[in-house]
């Protein structure tokens, strides 16, 4: 199922990933371990789930896996808003300024996606009420 063309939330989230590497590697060079350790799990989470999500087994599964993304998506700016409100830590907000595009784009294609999947025919060997007798 994975398309090769180029998909901007993929490209964005890819490069979203790399400077959430960059910021984590900054924070653990101020010994911010622990933070460290979430910023990065949950900022490069986001771009493998909207990966993962161009191999979806199906419709459903694909827009799971980017609802999973956006939840990742929501995780980091959690993070990251810790980072900039507490005192000693590096600064995130060119972070904090391109999350919100991933965030809409995210919103955007799950939105179509669900509007798509609702107005599909449905299959009448998914749904026994609709075969004919």
Wanted: overall charge positive; proline content about 5%; glycine content about 2%.
């Amino acid at each position: 199922m994975r398309n090769d063309k180029q998909n901007v939330i993929v490209e964005i989230s890819f490069k979203f990933a790399l400077d959430i590497i960059e910021f984590s590697e900054l924070l653990e060079e101020n010994k911010k371990f622990i933070v460290a350790r979430q910023v990065l799990r949950a900022g490069t989470s986001i771009g493998a789930n909207i990966r993962e999500a161009q191999n979806a087994e199906s419709k459903l599964d694909f827009i799971h896996k980017l609802k999973i993304a956006a939840k990742e998506a929501d995780e980091t700016d959690y993070w990251l808003l810790l980072c900039q409100k507490a005192r000693n830590y590096p600064n995130p907000d060119n972070l904090l300024l391109k999350l919100p595009e991933i965030t809409k784009v995210l919103s955007k294609i799950i939105s179509t996606s669900k509007n798509n999947l609702e107005s599909t025919p449905k299959s009448p060997y998914r749904n026994p009420s609709l075969r004919t007798q």
